[in-house]
């Protein structure tokens, strides 16, 4: 069916983690008959096996929808799904570019949260209508007025009635639909423009090449056509134009407004970028659209392969990830325990962790990862400045005037019977107190300027550990500032092992130093000898341990039955030992790595 | 080349807190039946030139006299003078009578359970002999002329500390027995000591038990010739050497494993299924890969190691070259050590067998 603008609605949906995004959206599919209610999986946007496995959205997605609205006539809808997670505004950013309009969802039993409202009003400042709707009234917990207040009051977005819902039930999810005729801009744009048509997402396939999600700002796109990337002027030649609903179905012309993909051909996986601008050769624009705010990573770890034959390989699948994930950043690197590797640079550390996943799973590989590190900024005495993203390469001590960390600017949002354990916790963490602001009589938000590095290391399980999972949080770097750090490292057997070496505020040095050691030895298994485990700063140990020397390790009793259960069990020993490198004659698994992150809850 | 036929009688008059082989406890009606069972199981296999015949448990010396007198008879067909017979004992169960019939069918070798001597250490594994009886079940067996007698000897056991197992040891030197195996206590689930929560010892504790008992066997004129058993010259246990020089054996009853014509099977061990004509649970058919690994595995348990030409005229490979990535670094740590004839685990090292398997096999 033929559209015109004004009956095209391309939006998006922001919500928490929970608040009930991806149960909306399938009630909207299956609402206007885009899924039948057989084919509905749960979460159908959520394609990943492991959005799936999680509850969260990860990758952004795009589905069309058609609805006939009760003004008898018929919409087309695009739906662009956003991930909830800090981590992941980058992507919302993206998915926003691509929109005139929003969904608000906030979980009536929850109300506004943190996150959510950074996401509010980075659609505000991209011109976006935001509509707000409260979830999950039908459970007895909802506090609807509760949160009518903070919507109106606290965001100052107005509130209709009528958005009342329950995404699981179905209750009043048909006055959405509504809505989002009513409130959400139709497309601006002319089809007689020159082309311009954003990049918002892209895939590799290896029959098509690389597939990219467009929205058409301006003009229309035909199977055939000759486009221009105008990041990099390259040309290629249109082979497949499709819209998804959400399952692929080929169209012949995409026009002003339309959200659909693209494929030519195209085999250079880097030559496609979201935020690209592609116009064609016939009707080619002057200039292309604005793209949108680039996130720079904010962890660094390396990344190893376990097996050093998959290092081609693990090349290969960063690429492929880096693809429609501009925020993942990798190079090569050496290290002398793990061998050759990346180092690569995450949003934050679920996004490290579903990149590790996607990588094991969907590439095969088994990982080594390094901890986390933020990136430091070194000052030499002669005057020049190192960005450090890899702890181990800190120049020598006495070359180092200063080293500066990145602070972030941390807005909590509490019930006030917290805020005590908050405060406490902020303190533990090096945390800056700035501000504290009442929403209402019952909640505050605190605003502390802490540093990233301590956030890194576990200060979200912390955070919902002391306040039963009430508080929430947002963050954004605020600047590097002069702190007094050491590199703590770690000899295995006398030898510094360079992975895992760690970067520290030099008053925690001593206790982490400590901690840390203790549990490498109950990490790291029994070797043929005993091997010393030493944390040092600057050549000084100040901590010891030691891995007690292989005592024991047979079936004693090996008779008739036993035969095919020990084969069995070796095997199973084996798959434990998967996860392991040899540094020297040590064998380390996996979990060493990231000792550093869990220290503190020993101290 | 020996072959080996194994009969599971999982029948006991008493359950022992650590023991998770196939057992029940004793039941008159059931044994009947389980030796008609039985009887089927075994006629479905064509068995022949059998080397060693093994009857274990359970507690074959639970059987009545009568019945054990219908187990004769199922194995008739297979005796033969030269045959090495088995059959396993406890103290408390075994009659003059049933010794006498036992040596009138061929019964050559017995191997009996002591697990400990200590009263203490055997009431809390639910165990029921005294000292005494010992002495008295072993001058019965040589009167009718079974000389060959092993011992079971398990450490680790609760309250059997290490002043305790040097004097079990002590008793045992002293019964002159020609065998000795000793195992260390594992803590298996479907076992009193699992629901009890019993710890197993710990690493150090099971290597400093072990060496002494190496240490102190070998002094007195036993060799050890497998990780856990020990010998009197010749004495070794040929049933057992059977499984670990990866040759051929029937194994009949419930829960018994068998290995032949190059599958590994391991039979059911639910009563009502064996009783009901269903044997094997599950079967594994072995490529030459799995014939290999079994061959490692197994042999390298033996003080003696992998026997080099045999191998290679087996598998038609040359063992040392194939293997050689992964045998130079053992060697050089001293875990392994071989010559033209075998290759052998150093005597240092076989208690950290699995290690060095693990890293020959995988």
Redesign the interface.
Known sequence: MEYDLKHIRNFSIIAHIDHGKSTLADRLLELTGTVSKREMKEQLLDSMDLERERGITIKLNAVSLNYHAKNNEDYLFNLIDTPGHVDFTYEVSRSLAACEGALLVVDATQGVEAQTLANVYLAIENDLEVIPIINKVDLPSADVERTKHEIEDNIGLPFDERLQVSAKTGYQVENVLEAIVEYVPCPKGKKENPLQALIFDSFYDSYRGVVAQIVIKEGFLEVGDTIVFMANGEEYLVTELGIRTPKDVKVDRLEVGEVGYVAAQIKEIDKVRPGDTITCVKRKASTPLAGYRKMNPMVYCGLYPCDSNKYQDLKEALMKLSLNDASLHFEPETSSALGFGFRCGFLGLLHMDVIEERLEREYGIDLILTAPSVIYHVYLNDGSMINLDNPSKLPDLSLIKEIQEPFVEAKIMTPKDYIGPIMKLAQEKRGLYIDMEYLDSTRVVLTYQLPLSEIIYNFFDKLKSYTKGYASFDYRLSEYKTSRLVKLDIMLNGNVIDALSSIVYRDFAYQRGRVLVEKLKNIIPRQQFEVPVQAAISNKVIARSDIKAMRKDVLAKCYGGDISRKKKLLEKQKEGKKRMKSIGTVEVPQEAFMAILSVEDEE | MSRGL?IHIPFCSSLCAYCD?AKILYEPNYVERYLEALKRELESYRVKDITSLYIGGGTPSALSLNQLKKLFEIVEPYLYHGLSFTIECNIENLTEEKISLMARHHVNRVSLGIQSFSKEVLVLSNRHHHEEDVIKIINLLRKYGIYDINGDLIYGLPKQNFEVLKEDLKKMISLDLTHIST??L?VHPHTRFYLEKVEEPS??E??RY?DYIVSYLEKNGYRRYE??NFARNSYQSKH?LI??HNEE?Y?IGL?????IGKI?Y?NTRSLNDYLNGKYILES?ALNIDDEI??EI??TL?LEEGLNLKKFNEKYHIDFISKYQEKIKPLQK?G?IEYDNSNLRVSRNH??????I??RI??
């Open positions: 194994y082989y195992y260390l594992g690493d150090e099971a290597r072990y990780v856990s057992n499984y670990w054996y194994g829960g018994a494993s068998g290995y590994r391991t594994e690994f079994y595995m197994l348990r740590e875990l076989l208690f950290i067998l699995d290690y398997l693990r096999l995988f």
